[in-house]
C-alpha cells in the first residue's frame, strides 16, 4: 500500500494521480490496487488524491485505507471534482484517472515520460475491461481514431503538465459533462504557443468499464443524441444526470484485473 503516513511527511511529488470519486465503493477498490501496483516500481515520487466529490457510501474510507490522500468537493460535478483536486496537487505532472478505470504501469510510465520530453498533455485510445456487442467495438474504434488524429483525450484518463492546468484554469464548471473535450483543446493551444505537443496514447489503451453502456436506457441514448447536436445542453445538470447516477451496490460489478494484465 502507498501508507497515508509517507504521503503527509514527504511534500516533494514529481506526479500527482487524481481521482474524482462519487459513491465509488465498488469499484475504488480495483482501481486502487491497480495503481499500487503501477506506482510501486517508478523511482519517480508520486501520490493519489481521491477527490470525494459528496459520497454517501464507503468511498472516502476506502481510499484512506488504500493510503489515499482524500479530498472533499461538496458540489457534485465532475469538473469540479478534478478541479479541486489539481488545485491540492502536490505534483508538476498531474494525471486524473476515472474511479472506474485501470492504470497499467506501461502506460504510466509512458504519460510521465512525454512530459518530461516536453508534451503538455494529452489522453489515451481505449478499451473497455469485457466483452462488447460488435457496434460498440466499432464505435470504439471510431472514437479512438478521432481521438488520436484531432488531440481530445477521453474523460477517463488525461495526464498534463501543472502548469498547463492552471494556466487554462483546469476543467470548465460551466459543465455537467463533455468538459475533457473543452480541456483538451484549452491545452492543445497552450501547449501549441510553447512548442509543446499534445499528445493521446496509442499503445497500450487505458481500460475502462462499460457501466455506462450497460446502464442506458433508450430515452437516454435520444438524450446523448440530443446533447451530440446541441452542446449548451451540457450546461444542464438535469439533462446530463445520468453521468451521476450509480446503481445499487452490487448490481455494477465488472473486474477490471484480466484486461489490464494483459496490458500492463
Same mark, same amino acid.
Given at each position: 500500500m502507498i501508507h497515508s503516513k509517507t504521503i503527509a511527511m514527504d511534500k516533494h511529488k514529481t506526479y500527482s494521480v487524481i481521482i474524482p470519486a462519487y459513491n465509488e465503493a465498488v469499484w475504488l477498490p480495483d482501481t486502487l490496487a491497480l495503481l499500487q501496483k503501477a506506482m510501486a516500481p517508478l523511482s519517480l515520487p508520486g501520490e493519489v488524491i481521491v477527490v470525494d466529490n459528496n459520497s454517501t457510501d464507503a468511498t472516502p474510507e476506502i481510499a484512506r485505507a488504500f493510503g489515499a490522500r482524500v479530498v472533499f468537493e461538496h458540489h457534485n460535478q465532475i469538473s469540479r471534482a478534478r478541479n479541486t483536486g489539481g488545485r491540492s496537487a502536490l505534483g508538476d505532472y498531474l494525471i486524473f484517472l476515472d474511479a472506474d478505470t485501470g492504470l497499467g504501469r506501461r502506460l504510466l510510465k509512458t504519460a510521465l515520460s512525454n512530459l518530461s520530453a516536453?508534451?503538455?498533455?494529452? %489522453?489515451?485510445?481505449?478499451?473497455?475491461?469485457? #466483452?462488447?456487442? #460488435?457496434?460498440?467495438?466499432?464505435?470504439?474504434?471510431?472514437?479512438?481514431?478521432?481521438?488520436?488524429?484531432?488531440?481530445?483525450?477521453?474523460?477517463?484518463?488525461? *495526464?498534463?503538465?501543472?502548469?498547463?492546468? =492552471?494556466?487554462?484554469? %483546469?476543467?470548465?464548471?460551466?459543465? *455537467?459533462?463533455? =468538459?475533457?473535450?473543452?480541456?483538451? $483543446?484549452?491545452?492543445?493551444?497552450?501547449?501549441? %504557443? $510553447?512548442?509543446?505537443?499534445?499528445? @493521446?496514447? $496509442?499503445? #497500450?489503451?487505458? @481500460?475502462?468499464?462499460?457501466?455506462?453502456?450497460?446502464?442506458?436506457? #433508450?430515452?437516454?441514448?435520444?438524450?446523448?443524441?440530443?446533447?451530440?447536436?446541441?452542446?449548451?445542453?451540457?450546461?444542464?445538470?438535469?439533462?446530463?444526470?445520468?453521468? *451521476?447516477?450509480?446503481?445499487?451496490? %452490487?448490481?455494477?460489478?465488472?473486474?477490471?484485473? *484480466?484486461?489490464?494484465?494483459? $496490458?500492463?
Open positions: 516536453g508534451r503538455c498533455g494529452g %489522453g489515451a485510445t481505449i478499451d473497455f475491461s469485457g #466483452p462488447v456487442q #460488435p457496434a460498440v467495438r466499432m464505435a470504439l474504434g471510431m472514437w479512438n481514431r478521432f481521438s488520436v488524429s484531432f488531440g481530445i483525450a477521453a474523460g477517463c484518463f488525461i *495526464y498534463c503538465l501543472r502548469q498547463g492546468f =492552471e494556466a487554462t484554469g %483546469g476543467f470548465s464548471e460551466k459543465v *455537467y459533462a463533455s =468538459e475533457e473535450f473543452w480541456f483538451s $483543446r484549452r491545452l492543445k493551444k497552450w501547449g501549441k %504557443g $510553447r512548442g509543446q505537443v499534445f499528445e @493521446v496514447i $496509442r499503445h #497500450p489503451p487505458i @481500460v475502462t468499464s462499460d457501466r455506462k453502456l450497460q446502464r442506458r436506457t #433508450p430515452a437516454e441514448w435520444l438524450l446523448l443524441l440530443f446533447i451530440g447536436a446541441f452542446p449548451l445542453a451540457v450546461r444542464n445538470r438535469s439533462l446530463c444526470s445520468f453521468w *451521476y447516477r450509480r446503481p445499487p451496490e %452490487g448490481t455494477d460489478r465488472r473486474h477490471l484485473r *484480466y484486461g489490464i494484465h494483459r $496490458r500492463s
